[in-house]
Structure formats: C-alpha cells, structure tokens
C-alpha cells in the first residue's frame, strides 16, 4: 500500500486536479482491478486558500466586514469553477457544488461569530483553517469517481485523534491508529480509493484542530504509519529535495537517497518540500519516504530511508527562503528585558504567527523576529497591542526594518575533501561574496548553519554558495568579490 499525498500547487486549478487524478489511476487502476492495489489519497488545500481563509478570520477579528465577504465570495468562485470545469456527469456536479456553498456558507457563519467577539482565538483559527481541505477531497475525489474508480471522501477529524494544542496539535497514535485499521484499511482491501483531508484532526471530543502549517506531509506520515503502508510518497513541485532551489540554481541536483536523520535536518532549517513533523512518524515502523514531482512523475525524486544504500552520492544542500520581513521590537532605552522578549514571542506564538528565525541582543535593547511578509501587519498588530496598551511602564521601539531572506547550508562532515565542516566553508563564502549577514542560527554541530541576509542578495549569495561548495562542474567560473550584492539584480 501506498499513501500519496498531494499539496497545494498540485491541485492549484482544474488542470492540475486533472494531472493529479491522472497519477492517481496510474498507479492504481481504472476501477477494474488494474493498476498497483490499495493505495489512500491525502489532499492539501488548493494552492494560496489556508492563506485566504485566515486573512478572512483576522478580517473579521477587526470587524472589516466587506473583506472577508469578499474572500468568501473569491473561494466560492474558484472552487466552483473547478468543480463546472471537471464534472461532465450533472448529478455528481450538483451534488459536490452544493456541498461547496453549504461549506462556504457555514465558514461566512464562522467568520460573523469572529466579527462579534472581535477575537481570533487559536480554537476558532484552527476552525476556519480546516475548510480548505475539506472542499478539495471531495472535488478530487468526484474527479476520480467520473473517471470509474471507487474513490470515497473522509475528514481526517474522523480519523486523526489528537490533544487540544490548536494550531499545532499533536496526533495521539494508539487512538488514530486503531481508528485508521477500523474505518479505512477495510476500504482499502474492498477496493476503494480513500481520498482522506491532510492538515487536520479532531480531539477526542470532536473539536477540530491543525497539525500546524504545511501539516499535510505529517498527516500522510501519521496515516501511512496507522495502516502500515510500504512507502509514503509526497506529491510537491520539484524533483525531490535539490541541492538548492531550481529556480535560483538551474544545475541544482536532486539528493537521490537520505538517511531519516539527514533528511530531518534539511527540513528544520526550511526545506518546504518537507513538513518538519513528517519524519517522526515513519521512522517508528521504518516505513520510507519519497519526495516526488507532480509535474514532473517520471522522475524517481528523493528517498528517505533508515539507512541509505553504501554507494549512494552525498552531496551537501543549500536551502532558502524568500518574501520574508525582519521585525525589531525593543526598547529606546536599557529596559529591554528577557521578560519582554518572552511576552513577544508569547503573543505571536497564540497569535499563530510562524517566527523563522530570531536573535536576541541585549545590547542593543531589542528582538530581531523573521516573519513571512504575510504576516508582517498582523505580527505589527499584535505586538503594538501587547506593548503599548496596558503596560504603561513599557518604552518600545518597533517596526519593520527591511524585506530579508534566509539561506541555510546542510551537509556531512568534511565535505568536498575540506577538513572544516560545511558552516566553515559558508561563512567562508558569504564572506568572500561579501553578502550582509543580519543574523545567524547555527546548532551545535557544524552540520548546518542559517544566514538572515537582505532579500536583494539572495539570488547571487545561493548561486555563488552553490559553486564554492564543489556542487557545479569545475569549470564554472567563480563570480569576483562583492558581486553577490548584484548578481541578483542582474
């Protein structure tokens, strides 16, 4: 058995539902027995809706009624159109757009409750948070079914049981196991195509929660460890895990095989081909992983295994980030506190605003938080709410300082026949690139290290960091001194 899951950009339209389903049946028939037997289906939400839904509930936290009105409207429209644009067979049409507008309705009722309280709690974002992916199953799954599979629809809060941490909830195995044996795997072996919703489960009591975001990868690792699966493949839009990004670097190569621990390192110092979570849940029955391209199939991807082939190439990975903002709160004076730095992080962490990267400086009386730009007003928000209202011995500077990236390098221990390790060689290369460093995160081990540098930079600081780390054929010519800082402008 195999359990597939499919991310955002996957079933970004009706053309990719289309591919989506089109990979699907190939690797488990038409329906008529052909094809590889009992595989299950997990589905993220279509590409940019987690996003919109949350904006809506800040919207009406802030009683700005028309916005998320209009948000609502937009998620009504595009799912619909996918839903006109896939299904030939009228009922099936009717049936799944209906289910569309009674959700949507349900989530505008949502979003009038928010507007009354003038509150988001983390309970009522995770609420919101999970419509997404309850109206992409059951489109996926009506596409598969016009296509003469036995594909059924189910919400993993039937299925995934977990603690009450919303926003990140931890899934509780035994009881998700035992439910998952029960209510799927019985499917499975009569034939029929699970199609499941990622990113969310229920607790015990039935309230809905999120695994945290990008949580779909770990939704498929909880589900293929409860059913036992051969292998969990997630389905994303590069060909595995690169040695860095293939639109910075067009020579990047994929890392073929991965040991559970390397590949959880790439994923903790950002690599968004990979939820973080995901690795925990295989390694307990040694199931593997793979990473593979939904626009691309054919392409055998990265697999993660407990241990690698001996002959396999090793090779270090550059890992970035884009579209974030750096965010300083302190204070004008020597008030500044760890106390108050807490209280920051405190805030956003219920505000469910994702920090990437932080460093504290005492001496300079303040904190340097990495935040997407998405978040960038409402991270301003909650901080000039926790700081300048209610605290009258509070002084506090706080802003947005400037659009930033983070470029991160992983890799073994003497690597490219150097006896340093890889942060040695990095900060070795953004020196002599002459890239501004912001901030640095680096663990105990000189197995990584993560660079906060200005957004402009960052084309030039991968590219040339790429090639001074041995990952181009030799007779690429190294860049002279400075040329990071417009290379990526060129």
Request: charged share 25%; net charge negative.
């Amino acid at each position: 058995m195999i359990v597939h899951k499919f991310g955002g950009t996957s079933i970004g339209s009706a053309e990719r539902f289309a591919r989506v389903a089109d990979i699907i049946l190939d690797h488990h028939g038409q329906g008529d027995g052909a094809g590889v037997p009992g595989g299950v289906v997990v589905v993220s939400a279509m590409s940019g809706v987690t996003d919109q839904l949350i904006a809506g509930a800040r919207a009406a936290s802030e009683g700005r009624d028309t916005a998320y009105r209009k948000i609502k409207a937009d998620l009504l429209s595009r799912h619909l159109d996918v839903v006109e644009t896939l299904l030939d067979k009228r009922r099936e049409r009717l049936k799944v757009g209906g289910l569309i507008e009674d959700r949507l309705h349900d989530l505008e009722l949502l979003y009038r409750s928010i507007a009354v309280l003038g509150e988001l709690t983390a309970r009522g974002r995770d609420a919101v948070s999970s419509f997404g992916e309850q109206l992409s199953v059951h489109i996926l799954a009506a596409v598969l079914r016009e296509r003469d599979a036995r594909s059924r629809a189910i919400s993993s809060t039937e299925l995934i049981v977990t603690n009450d941490y919303f926003g990140a909830a931890a899934p509780l195995m035994d009881p998700t196991r035992r439910r998952l044996q029960q209510r799927v795997k019985p499917l499975v072996e009569q034939g029929v195509l699970p199609v499941i919703t990622g990113y969310i489960g229920a607790t015990e009591d039935g309230l809905t929660t999120t695994l945290g975001r990008g949580g779909s990868d770990f939704s498929a690792a909880v589900i293929g460890t409860g059913l036992d699966a051969d292998e969990v493949w997630i389905w994303s839009d590069v060909d595995g895990i690169l040695t860095a990004d293939p639109n910075i670097v067009p020579q990047a190569r994929t890392l073929t095989e991965l040991s559970y621990s390397e590949a959880s390192e790439l994923a903790y110092v950002g690599a968004e081909v990979l939820h973080p979570k995901t690795i925990r849940p295989v390694t307990q029955r040694s199931i593997p992983l793979r990473i593979v391209n939904s626009f691309n199939p054919a392409h055998a991807g990265t697999l993660i295994v407990e241990s690698p082939s001996a002959d396999r190439e090793v090779l270090p990975a550059i890992i970035s980030t884009t579209s974030l903002s750096m965010i300083v709160v302190g204070s004008e004076d020597d008030s500044w506190t760890l106390h108050m730095a807490a209280r920051a992080l405190h805030e956003l962490s219920e505000a469910g605003v994702e920090v990437l990267m932080l460093s504290q400086s005492l001496s300079e009386h303040n904190l340097n938080l990495v935040v997407r730009d998405k978040d960038q007003d409402h991270c301003l928000r909650i901080l000039s709410r926790e700081f300048r209202n209610g605290h009258e011995n509070d002084v506090v500077r706080l802003g947005a300082e400037e659009k930033v990236s983070t470029v991160s390098a992983v890799g073994p221990p003497g690597w490219n026949g150097k006896r340093n390790g890889i942060a040695a060689q990095a900060f070795s290369a953004l020196g002599e690139c002459e890239t501004r460093v912001i901030a640095v995160a680096q663990a105990a081990t000189e197995r990584s290290v993560s660079f906060c540098i200005p957004e402009d930079q960052l084309a030039g600081t991968v590219r040339f960091l790429h090639r001074k780390l041995g990952l181009e054929d030799g007779d690429q010519p190294n860049p002279p001194r400075g040329q990071c800082k417009t290379e990526a402008n060129l």
